[in-house]
């Protein structure tokens, strides 16, 4: 699976061929996904947030949450 993120659009690319949008625009996948997710929602409406923040701060939620997961990850951007 695969996150792909515009300005526009927030997809999923799975390992079947489908992909999918989220319908405010927040995606995850994988363990703990569902806990990052909740953390994500209440952070989106602080304005001064960019999205690389909300990101570590709902990771590091889940990963203190879910017993499938760790503070160990990596987020990569690329700005255009």
């Known amino acids: 699976m695969m996150c792909v993120i515009s300005k526009a659009h927030s ?3 799975t390992g079947s061929g489908d992909i999918l949008e989220a319908e405010d625009g ?3 996948f994988g363990p703990g996904s569902s806990h990052a997710l909740s ?4 952070l989106l409406g602080i304005q001064d947030l960019s999205a690389q923040v909300i990101a570590e ?10 017993n499938f997961k760790n503070k160990s990850f990596i987020l990569e951007s690329i700005d255009y």
């Open 39 to 42: 953390a994500a929602r209440p």
């Open 57 to 66: 701060k709902a990771m590091n939620t889940s990963a203190e949450v879910c």
């Open 26 to 28: 927040l995606i995850g």
């Open 11 to 13: 997809l999923v690319l």
